[in-house]
């Protein structure tokens, strides 16, 4: 699985939108982008993931440039509940290769009132 | 249950001791996957199934770790001879059978906090 390049942390005001970058300048053709979140003293949550379109959900959009180096999470009005720290992963395609993700160490966002 | 199921929730043993820790992953789901967390960092991967094989046991850290999944649902990951350095919270998570509209996405459970005095 290609190599992700988080910042460490971020903050952002509450009601803003949070804006999450990743970088992943080896990523393969097949290779998917997904995000993930982990609320402290719980288990990583699912968020979105995109190969090479914007995609949307209740939760969250996701961003992936045209060359599919990098990618931004977007949540559009962030609350204090969003507090927490954000994962990106590429992987294969998840019905050919349902194997391993690898998670680096994540950007923890802190929301601030 | 809803989710994937960890027990014990939080376990405590002294070193040189051997350790279970039980997973019990969503109905219905064929592929379950261990990590290891320590503090301060993301999940570590630990080794994966689809069914009843391990299908990528290349995260385990060496031979005092070993996972089985007899009946291809609930797995046991078991520490043999416990290290100080073995003190992490230990994840598992679930997906769905590949197919058509699968997202891929993993369901973890809470964890089970491994402490190695």
């Known amino acids: ?11 952002c005001a509450e009601g803003r939108a949070a804006n999450l970058p990743c970088n992943h300048s080896t990523i393969s053709g097949n290779e998917y982008v997904y995000w993930y979140r982990q609320i402290h003293s719980q288990g990583p949550q699912y968020i979105i993931h995109g190969l090479k379109n ?6 969250a959009s996701l961003i992936i440039t045209e060359d599919r180096k990098s990618s931004t999470l977007i949540l559009p009005h962030a609350t204090l509940r969003d507090t927490a720290v954000y994962y990106c992963i590429v992987r294969g395609d998840y019905n ?3 194997g391993k993700s690898t998670f680096g160490d994540g950007t923890t966002l802190t929301v601030k009132p | 249950g809803a989710g994937v199921s960890q027990t014990p929730s939080n376990k405590v043993t002294e070193k040189g001791k051997y350790v279970e820790l039980r997973c019990d992953p969503i109905s219905g789901h064929t592929a379950l996957y261990w ?8 999940p570590e991967f630990l080794i994966y199934f689809q069914g009843t094989g391990a299908a990528d046991d290349s995260g385990l850290p060496n031979d005092r770790f070993f996972a ?12 043999q001879r416990t290290e100080r350095g073995d003190s992490a919270v230990y994840l598992c998570a679930s997906s769905r059978p590949t197919g058509v509209g699968n997202t891929g996405e993993l369901f973890f459970g809470e964890g089970s906090r491994l402490t190695v005095l």
């Open chain 1, 1 to 11: 699985d290609a190599k992700t390049t988080q910042p460490t942390s971020m903050d």
């Open chain 1, 54 to 59: 914007n995609e949307t959900n209740e939760m």
């Open chain 1, 96 to 98: 050919t290769n349902a």
């Open chain 2, 35 to 42: 990590y290891r967390q320590s503090l301060g960092q993301g």
């Open chain 2, 68 to 79: 089985v999944r007899p009946e291809g649902s609930v797995s046991t990951l078991k520490i």
